[in-house]
T-cell receptor
């Protein structure tokens, strides 16, 4: 496989369930991201990992717990979610997470196909 | 925080027509990216721009990095039905955070 892959593509869960989203990148990148995309809203950055270390936590509720065991894999563990958490969750990767004032080719992000999450 | 103004928000065109969309910011950007998103899929990178004034083509798509570094446009020529989707601009601002800032997207509908 190439690029960025995400599993599952669709997930329906109850508010008391625990589930995990998986992302894998095959691009040799060192930075990975989780985004939330809700209807009619801009993409919301949730977490940024660089070389397996979390470098950004964008005020995300603790019911979302990321894990980055290595530079190719990123997980988002979900527990006791709310219906308003239903959205498309997108993973992205880039060669580097970007440094202040840069934003060159190494910071360009490539997205996975997303996981459509529905919380009942 | 940083915001990108993307316009128009939606367009309805006939197959074969050209379409143009743009993004503006209140601050200087170092990078402009254009993505397309199909329903239920992730954004796919169409064109990346890294230098002010840069004009880049990708098939029927052409994008330019504005000389002021505060805007960018994307043109699609001779549209076809598969051009339907949501087009996002995004960029990294100079001196800003590491975050990639996104526009709200433009929904394109192409009538056969």
């Amino acid at each position: 496989e190439t690029g960025v892959t995400q599993t599952p593509r669709h997930l329906v869960m109850g508010m008391t369930n625990k589930k995990s989203l998986k992302c894998e990148q095959h691009l040799g990148h060192n930075a990975m991201y989780w985004y939330k995309q809700s209807a009619k809203k801009p993409l919301e950055l949730m977490f940024v990992y660089s070389l397996e270390e979390r470098v950004e936590n964008n005020s995300v509720p603790s019911r979302f717990s990321p894990e980055c065991p290595n530079s190719s894999h990123l997980f988002l563990h979900l527990h006791t979610l709310q219906p308003e958490d239903s959205a498309l969750y997108l993973c992205a990767s880039s060669q580097s997470p970007g440094i202040r004032g840069a934003g060159g080719p190494t910071d360009t992000q490539y997205f996975g196909p997303g996981t459509r999450l529905t919380v009942l | 925080g940083q915001q990108l103004n993307q316009s128009p928000q939606s367009m309805f065109i006939q197959e074969g027509e050209d379409v143009s969309m743009n993004c503006t910011s209140s601050s200087i950007f170092n990078t402009w990216l254009w993505y397309k998103q199909d329903p239920g899929e992730g954004p796919v990178l169409l064109i990346a721009l890294y230098k002010a004034g840069e004009l880049t083509s990708n098939g029927r798509l052409t994008a330019q990095f504005g000389i002021t570094r505060k805007d960018s446009f994307l043109n699609i020529s001779a549209s076809i039905p598969s051009d339907v989707g949501i087009y996002f601009c995004a960029g990294h601002s100079q001196g800003g955070s590491e975050k990639l800032v996104f526009g709200k997207g433009m929904k394109l509908t192409v009538n056969p």
